[in-house]
T-cell receptor
Framework: EVQLVESGGDLVQPGGSLRLSCAAS????????MNWVRQAPGRGLEWVSY????????YYADSVKGRFTISRDNARNSLYLQVNSLRAEDTAVYYC??????????????WGRGTLITVSS | DVVMSQSPLSLPVTLGQPASISCRSS???????????LNWFQQRPGQSPRRLIY???NRDSGVPDRFSGSGSGTDFTLNISRVEAEDVGVYYC??????????FGGGTKLEIK
């Protein structure tokens, strides 16, 4: 069974930093690309970042470029998101989302349960 | 970026009746490989999203056959043939053809009348 378990969310002051983690199991993590997608309270879904299976290809949403850094450790079956210079508008549940294999274009299948970042003074 | 527009915003449905959600994209979603990367997700209250449909009309494993997807180009539809109580939640379409970024519709909230 595919499992994605996020952690690391917290209440943080504007300008602060956090490191989100996603522990993957139930599939060969090193063979899959991954996304982070976020959802502000009561709002819709917003794609944040993508990393290929080898970490060779990385993309970011314009709203987080220069402030967030995606990375992965295939030996630990883990995905990360370093979030810096946090703003109130970054308040959201952050989901770790798997990309199905052999998808020629952008895609998403399994989602974790999410971890909440609250940015407030 | 491709804009995804969903309607209606809210969809009250009587149990056992059909439901239909529309999703329109600002550009054609046909990719260079001939496939159309349009997905549908269901988000039940308090849960994370779950993919129901991929590439317009392919149902994911375990998804009841009362859910079906259709459409082409820029116009897509998610149909539920007979709504059940467990179908309550918010439904999102998502395109992956013109990425990055992946873009989502604003969501349609299905509730029981």
């Amino acid at each position: 069974e595919v499992q994605l378990v996020e952690s690391g969310g917290d209440l943080v002051q504007p300008g602060g930093s956090l490191r989100l983690s996603c522990a993957a199991s139930g599939f060969p993590f090193s063979s899959y690309s991954m996304n982070w997608v976020r959802q502000a309270p009561g709002r819709g879904l917003e794609w944040v970042s993508y990393i290929s299976s080898s970490s060779r290809t990385i993309y970011y949403a314009d709203s987080v470029k220069g402030r967030f850094t995606i990375s992965r450790d295939n030996a630990r079956n883990s995905l990360y998101l370093q979030v810096n210079s946090l703003r109130a508008e970054d308040t959201a549940v952050y989901y770790c989302v798997r990309v199905p294999r052999f998808s020629a274009a952008g895609a998403a299948d399994y989602w974790g349960r999410g971890t909440l970042i609250t940015v407030s003074s | 970026d491709v804009v995804m527009s969903q309607s209606p915003l809210s969809l009250p449905v009587t149990l056992g009746q059909p439901a239909s959600i529309s999703c329109r994209s600002s550009q054609s979603l046909v990719y260079t490989d001939g496939n159309t990367y349009l997905n549908w997700f269901q988000q039940r209250p308090g849960q994370s999203p779950r993919r129901l449909i991929y590439r317009v009309s392919n149902r994911d494993s375990g998804v009841p056959d009362r859910f079906s997807g259709s459409g082409s180009g820029t116009d897509f539809t998610l149909n539920i043939s007979r709504v059940e109580a467990e179908d309550v939640g918010v439904y999102y379409c998502m395109q992956g053809t013109h990425w990055p970024p992946l873009t989502f519709g604003g969501g349609t909230k299905l509730e029981i009348k």
